[in-house]
DNA sequence: TCATTAATCGAAG
DNA sequence: CTTCGATTAATGA
């Protein structure tokens, strides 16, 4: 099941319905959890990360998401507030579109409303697979998942294996886990070569 | 080189 | 599995 993974939607194309260039510096917080949701999203340069914190003040990561990705479009649907954080992870390009321009926008291109509701689609099923991985109490098992769901979220030539562009924070921030567990849990995956590890990088 | 951040390890709970 | 403490490697100013 290869599906367009994201909305990437001609840059000119939102210029023309008013959207504006923004850029943020590594740390900088797009949007709040608890926000009103006002603009559609659209990475063109860097990568932002979509989480929240628990009541002990532990991070969890929702999502991680890079260059012609979009975000922030589900709330605008749901006329709401944000239930998560927008953090830039690296300086970042963003075109943003106020959401009155992006409904107009939809309601005029028909195709790309479609691609809108492809897209949503695409997130839900991917966020079912991953409410099942990460349920999982076994820690090899919520890891595979997680890579298993980047695979197929990101990847595009599925034959290599995939370079897996995250710190081992940030995948204990994914699946609920500490740094040392998916350390120590990468080393066994390792022994079993269901993932490979060159100066600490990890490929899948 | 100093400081900061990420990756590791070992031991204990 | 998680927490704690401590060390080591990598990166940037």
């Known amino acids: 099941m290869k599906v367009t993974s994201c909305m990437n939607i001609d840059s000119e194309f939102l210029y023309s319905y008013g959207a504006e260039d ?25 990568k ?11 991070e969890f990561i929702h ?4 260059e012609n990705q979009s975000f922030g479009e589900s709330m605008i649907f749901l006329e709401d507030l944000h239930m998560m954080n927008a953090i ?11 959401k009155d321009s992006f ?18 689609s695409q997130r839900l099923y991917f966020k079912s697979i991953m409410l ?9 098992l919520r890891l595979e998942g997680l890579l298993e769901y980047l695979k197929s979220y990101h990847d595009v030539n599925c034959n290599d294996s995939l370079h897996i562009e995250l710190t081992r924070q ?14 120590r849990t990468l080393k066994k ?12 990088k990890v490929y899948y």
């Open 63 to 66: 999502n991680i998401l890079r």
């Open 170 to 183: 940030q995948m204990a921030n994914l699946t609920g886990l500490r740094v040392e567990t998916v350390i």
């Open 189 to 200: 995956m390792e022994t079993q070569s269901k993932i490979k590890i060159k100066n600490r």
């Open 22 to 46: 923004r850029h943020y510096k590594t740390g900088e917080i797009i949007y709040r959890e608890g926000d009103h949701a006002v603009y559609y999203y659209q990475i063109v340069q860097g």
């Open 132 to 140: 099942q991985n990460m349920s999982s109490p076994n820690p090899a």
């Open 88 to 98: 830039c992870l690296t300086p970042v390009d963003i075109i943003r579109l106020h």
């Open 103 to 120: 409904l107009q926008l939809l309601e005029e291109n028909p195709k790309i409303s479609l691609q809108m509701n492809a897209c949503l």
């Open 48 to 58: 932002i990360k979509q989480n929240n914190y628990d009541a002990e003040g532990r």
